[in-house]
């Protein structure tokens, strides 16, 4: 199963982008998407995660700031960051885990905060 992130680019400190990742085929059974971002010089870190029946769960960095959500029918997650600042500038990823420890990685996508 291939994904590919789309939504990322510049964008100026308080602006906001709504990141998007779409995976190839769709998945019968259980499937758990999450959102990652790997910012310069340092480890990739989880952002959140959601099942396919919709249940999200944020790590402490992002809750309240990003709001993830998803389409189960076409088999995309998005990512919502509003007030973004330059901190948040990173290559923001998508995984897909399923069936028996399946999972699948996207290319990633840019996203610069900068003025």
């Known amino acids: 199963v291939q994904l590919v992130e789309s939504g990322g680019g510049l964008v100026q400190p308080g602006g906001s982008l709504k990141l998007s990742c779409v995976a190839s085929?769709?998945?019968?059974?259980?499937?758990?998407m999450s959102w990652y971002r790997q910012r310069p010089g340092k480890q990739r870190e989880l952002l959140g995660s959601?099942?396919?029946?919709?249940?999200?769960n944020y790590q402490d960095s992002v809750k309240g700031r990003f709001t993830m959500s998803g389409d189960d029918t076409k088999m995309t997650i998005f990512l919502e960051m509003p007030s973004l600042t330059p901190e948040d500038t990173a290559v923001y990823y998508c995984?897909?885990?399923?069936?028996?420890?399946?999972?699948?990685w996207g290319q990633g996508t840019q996203v610069t905060v900068s003025s």
């Open positions: 995984r897909l885990n399923y069936g028996s420890g399946s999972e699948s």
């Open positions: 085929e769709r998945i019968s059974g259980f499937y758990v």
């Open positions: 959601i099942s396919r029946f919709g249940n999200v």
